[in-house]
Nanobody, 123 residues
Framework: QVQLAESGGGLVQAGDSLRLSCAAA????????MGWFRQAPGKERECVAA????????PYADSVKGRFTISRDNAKNTVYLQMNSLKPEDTAVYYC????????????????WGQGTQVTVSS
């Protein structure tokens, strides 16, 4: 059974940093592209960053370029999202997701999802 468990969310002030982690189990992690998505109240879920199986390709949403960094450690079955210079508009539930083999940025392409972790940025 595939399990993705996010951690690291919380309440921070604008300009602060957070690092999210997502630990994967029940799959061959290195065979999966990984993505971080977020969903704010009343908005659609969107991809903020994704990382290829080997970590060499990392597309980002324009809204987070230069502030967020996605990375993965295949030895630890974990994907990370370093979030710097946080803004109130970054407030959302953040989800990690896994897609077999191919790097994608669409919600519908991802097979497995975590439960999400809340990130709240106060102004």
């Amino acid at each position: 059974q595939v399990q993705l468990a996010e951690s690291g969310g919380g309440l921070v002030q604008a300009g602060d940093s957070l690092r999210l982690s997502c630990a994967a189990a029940g799959l061959t992690f290195s065979n999966y592209a990984m993505g971080w998505f977020r969903q704010a109240p009343g908005k659609e879920r969107e991809c903020v960053a994704a990382v290829s199986r080997g970590g060499d390709s990392t597309p980002y949403a324009d809204s987070v370029k230069g502030r967020f960094t996605i990375s993965r450690d295949n030895a630890k079955n974990t994907v990370y999202l370093q979030m710097n210079s946080l803004k109130p508009e970054d407030t959302a539930v953040y989800y990690c997701a896994a897609n077999f083999w191919n790097l994608r940025v669409r919600v519908r392409d991802y097979n497995y999802w975590g439960q999400g972790t809340q990130v709240t940025v106060s102004s």
